[in-house]
């Protein structure tokens, strides 16, 4: 079982190049989310969602879009890259957070951009 | 506004007892977990409270109190392993998981 697998592992960008980090899981969870967490400090949503075809934002969306087709994949595109987007990104996923589940993350994206 | 106030360091023995308070304010209430989080990887869960009193899970404890807006980790029989951050995650009335800072623990031999 992968439980929820997260690529690319690190990526170095250059000041307004755009990529997408890739996010899919393999539990079925509606329940979709992703952070980035910046050094000693705590993680704050970026984007999440609910369900395939629902997508909303978090406490910091701008920069960043989702889209979400399917149940299993959740990917994250970055715009146009900036200095202040250098990070580590986690996306995870859950069943209902009404419900109490556990969230299940990926590995991490260490992302600089210099 | 909504915040969660935990040690940010706190330091113990091999084979000893540890207790990271937690206390939190926020819009609502639907539940606290508690996470580790090893340097430079991913959080993990260890407990979810939604109601007062205790929950056991080996080693590891979690107490809630809603009316004071406070919890605590216990952690017993420390292992080197243990080093690590723990966080104090609230739901909120949204369902919205609010992440602090955590403590940073570290176990001395």
């Known amino acids: 079982n992968a439980g929820v697998t997260q690529t690319p592992k690190f990526q170095v960008l250059k000041t307004g190049q755009s990529m997408t980090l890739q996010c899919a899981q393999d539990?079925?969870?509606?329940?979709m989310s992703w952070y980035r967490q910046d050094p000693g400090m705590g993680l704050r949503l970026i984007h999440y969602?609910?369900?395939?075809?629902?997508?909303d934002q978090g406490e910091v969306p701008n920069g960043y879009n989702v889209s979400r087709s399917t149940t299993e994949d959740f990917p994250l595109r970055l715009l146009s890259a900036a200095p202040s987007q250098t990070s580590v990104y986690f996306c995870?996923?859950?069943?209902?957070?009404?419900?109490?589940?556990?969230?299940?993350f990926g590995q991490g994206t260490r992302l600089t951009v210099v | 506004g909504q915040n969660i106030d935990q040690p940010t360091e706190m330091t113990a023995t091999e084979g000893a007892i540890v207790q990271i308070n937690c206390t939190y304010q926020?819009?609502?209430?639907?539940?606290l977990f508690w996470y580790q989080q090893h340097a430079g990887e991913a959080p993990t869960f260890l407990s979810y409270n939604v109601l007062d009193g205790l929950e056991e899970k080996g080693r590891f404890s979690s107490f809630l109190s809603r009316t004071k807006g406070y919890s605590y980790l216990l952690l017993k029989e420390l292992q080197m392993k243990d080093s690590a951050s723990y966080l104090c995650v609230p739901m909120d009335s949204n369902y919205q998981l609010i992440w602090g800072a955590g403590t940073k623990l570290i176990i001395k031999p």
């Open positions: 926020t819009s609502g209430f639907n539940g």
């Open positions: 969602s609910v369900g395939a075809g629902i997508t």
């Open positions: 539990m079925n969870h509606e329940y």
């Open positions: 995870a996923s859950s069943y209902p957070q009404d419900s109490g589940g556990e969230a299940f």
